[in-house]
């Protein structure tokens, strides 16, 4: 069976579930991390969509990674799955990293403290023949060089050198997609899918969903043949 993507109400919802699979089952048993070293990082941005959230933190086609930045996606992961693991309780959480990680109350901060790397400001846009709609603004200007330069969180860029870097950005727009996600809808259809090896997240499509894939799916069943046929003594015949 063909594995599908999931595809689930918004592009902001599908980059954080994405960010917490790049810790995921490495295929022989053990747990691999996507997010290892900077070039991962790089690795990882390249592939997300032309359109997605962290597009406004970075040009994710030419963007190289470094250290700064590592660190603060992966702390920025590390308060998401802390989240994701209150999410699904009283279920059990990804066994990844279940017990290791912060408590509820230090995840929330970190994602704040991130969220405030790149202070941000409403503005309201109103084409003359469109709708209104809020954006968020990046302040990038110094308070005492007059108003602040103001870059369009929706639009583009900010220049290099100016405000706040790489690291602060990518921090900033992943934790405001991780809090979206979590004060949304999509919390609570969250589930850490229970197959053998599996340490996933993923959001249930529909109510009876119970693996993040099928193959998942495939995999449970063919383990709990198994276990059934080990439950049955050799001599006793029933189920051969
Ligand atoms: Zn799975």
Redesign the pocket.
Known sequence: MVDTDITISTMDDQLVLDLAATIRHDGHGGVADDLNTPAGLTRWLRERPEDSAVSRAVDIRRYTADEEALRAVREVRTAARALFARAVAPGPPSRADAGRLPAAGTALDVLAAAAARVPTVPRLLWPADGQPVVVREWLTGAAESGPAERGPVERGVAEAGQGPGPADRLAAVLAEAAMAFLAGPGRELLRA?P?PR?V?Y?VKEHPRQE???PS?GNRARVARHHARRRAVPPEGGAGG
């Open positions: 899918c197959a599996c996933r993923f693996w993040c894939k998942c």
